[in-house]
């Protein structure tokens, strides 16, 4: 589980990590928080829209769109200690995007522009598997994009178009 979030100073807030869309699960508040459109530096790409509405409407999640930070990652990964069965307290955080589909993320290192670690590592989760969210999330997307659900084949098929060879 390797991905590479960009956390810009002074600010420290999460932009884009590599080519995915960065994703924070608050388990013990049911919300998940992604960096907003609006900092001009996260793309409007689909899976992003798809796990956005996924979260909302087949997980009861609320989804928050705006800054991820150092501080926060800390407080949740230090605050919490759910495991991966333990849908209620996991903290989670995943990537998604177009080559990545769901990514789960085990840790975030504070490292310095040369790569060397400079702060503590912040571990999701028990740093090695998919949080609960997380593999509900690509199950989810999953089975629409390979039509192995009817039901949520149905729900989305506004998502669905077929491409004659």
């Known amino acids: 589980m390797k991905c590479c979030a960009w956390m810009l100073r002074p600010e420290t807030r999460s932009k884009r990590p590599g080519h995915s ?3 924070v699960v608050f388990g013990n508040n049911n919300t998940i928080v992604t960096p907003s ?7 409007d790409g689909v899976t992003r829209s ?10 009861g999640y609320t989804v928050i ?3 991820v930070t150092l501080d926060d990652l800390h407080d ?3 605050t919490t200690e759910g495991t991966k069965d333990d849908a209620d307290v996991a ?3 995943f990537c998604c995007g177009t080559g990545a589909s769901i990514t789960p993320v085990g840790s975030v290192t504070v490292a310095d522009q040369d790569g060397n670690q400079i702060g503590e590592v912040i571990q999701f989760g028990d740093g090695e598997f998919a949080g609960p969210v997380t593999r ?3 199950k989810l997307l999953t089975d629409i ?7 949520l084949n149905e729900r989305y098929s506004h998502w669905i178009h077929v491409v004659e060879p």
Do not use: Y
């Open 21 to 23: 869309t960065f994703f």
């Open 37 to 43: 459109l609006e900092s001009q530096t996260i793309l």
């Open 50 to 59: 798809s796990i956005l509405e996924l979260a909302e409407k087949e997980c």
């Open 65 to 67: 769109e705006g800054e």
């Open 76 to 78: 949740i990964a230090t």
């Open 91 to 93: 903290c989670e955080a």
């Open 136 to 138: 509900k999330l690509h």
């Open 145 to 151: 994009q390979h039509g192995n659900d009817e039901g």
